[in-house]
């Protein structure tokens, strides 16, 4: 076996095996048995994740603008990755609803149940505070120009996302973590709270694998095949370079301000995060705010099928990626 062959398999072992494997036993539990994964997700939702993101940002090495450049880099690339898909999708022939379903799926990764154990095993204590405040970030977008998308073709008004923002545990843990931090207010990190805390979150990362497993077992597989595989082209092929040209242009731009720029790892996660496979939040959403078919293909059967595929390409993709991030050639 070659070095290069050597590093990958290690890498697959490392950061991605244990992820499949952990998903895998939430896909076969969601089909061989009758799993309601509401409650499990309500749990995450209101509890877990909200706990990993208050002491992940409570006790987060990053400086404020470390975290400026993190939310300006999740920004311009979610943009960035619309735009590209809008246009993409117009001259393919898309129209409504797909269309949006289209864009969600191809701007929006799934930074949360398989990016943060992806950016932790890859990268450690790092990597998971910074996916951490990524998916933050992501979710503010995600309820509002990712609803705005959803719902576009209807006529329901999509500033229903921006009062669902509020209604997000993850963005009053972010807020309280961070002002709580900065005014000196926390317990020492050794404190039973603290500890307490952070076992609460802990749980958050299996949970989060065992939830994406059964999610996906549950997908229907019918939608439009070409599509479908111009989606998974644009999330696991455009979007790296993309989220590397994002990363590059923004720590240019911080130097000419004279502002600091984030470490090499914080900068190597990002692109990580940007590549993950298409969310399974989506989902909601079009159940939600989306409606009717086109050619008889549903948004959520659409939706379904590009999370499941893209999930699948995203094992050699990602273990390349890692390779390539932890090896210092891009970033």
């Not at 005014?183 to 805390?197: D, H, K, R």
């Not at 000419?256 to 989902?283: D, H, S, W």
Request: proline share 5%.
């Amino acid at each position: 076996m070659s070095p290069v062959d050597s590093g990958l398999l290690s890498i697959f072992a490392t950061a991605i095996a244990p992820i499949i494997a952990i998903a895998a036993v939430g896909y076969a539990l969601g089909r061989t048995q009758d799993v309601d994964a509401g409650p499990l997700n309500t749990i995450t939702v209101y509890v877990l994740a909200p706990a990993l993101v208050f002491h992940s940002v409570a006790t987060t090495p990053l400086g404020g603008e470390t975290l400026l450049w993190l939310a300006i880099g999740v920004t311009g690339f979610t943009l960035t990755m619309a735009a590209l898909a809008q246009g993409i999708g117009r001259l393919a022939g898309e129209t409504e609803p797909l269309l949006g379903a289209f864009v969600l799926v191809s701007s929006f990764g799934n930074a949360g149940n398989y990016g943060i154990p992806l950016s932790d095993f890859a990268f450690g204590s790092v990597g998971r505070s910074t996916a951490v405040l990524y998916i933050v970030v992501q979710s503010v977008l995600l309820y509002t120009l990712g609803v705005y998308l959803t719902a576009r073709g209807r006529d329901e008004s999509a500033l229903a996302g921006v009062r669902r923002v509020f209604s997000i545990p993850l963005v009053y843990a972010v807020v309280v973590g961070l002002v709580a931090g900065s005014l000196g207010l926390l317990p020492p990190a050794e404190s039973a709270i603290m500890e307490t805390v952070g076992m609460v979150g802990n749980a958050s990362i299996p949970v989060m694998l065992l939830l994406l497993g059964i999610q996906l077992s549950n997908a229907e597989l019918g939608a439009a095949l070409g599509s479908v595989v111009r989606a998974n082209a644009l999330k696991m092929v455009v979007a790296p370079v993309v989220a590397v040209g994002v990363a590059l242009l923004s720590l240019a731009a911080f130097a000419r301000l004279g502002l600091q720029g984030p470490q090499a790892t914080v900068a190597r996660v990002f692109v990580l995060e940007c590549a993950t496979p298409a969310a399974v939040t989506p989902l909601i959403l079009v159940g939600e705010f989306s409606g009717g078919s086109v050619d008889g293909v549903t948004p959520e059967s659409y939706v379904s099928t590009v999370v499941f595929t893209s999930t699948l390409v995203s094992i050699p993709t990602l273990t390349a990626l890692i390779a390539i991030l932890q090896s210092g050639i891009v970033l």
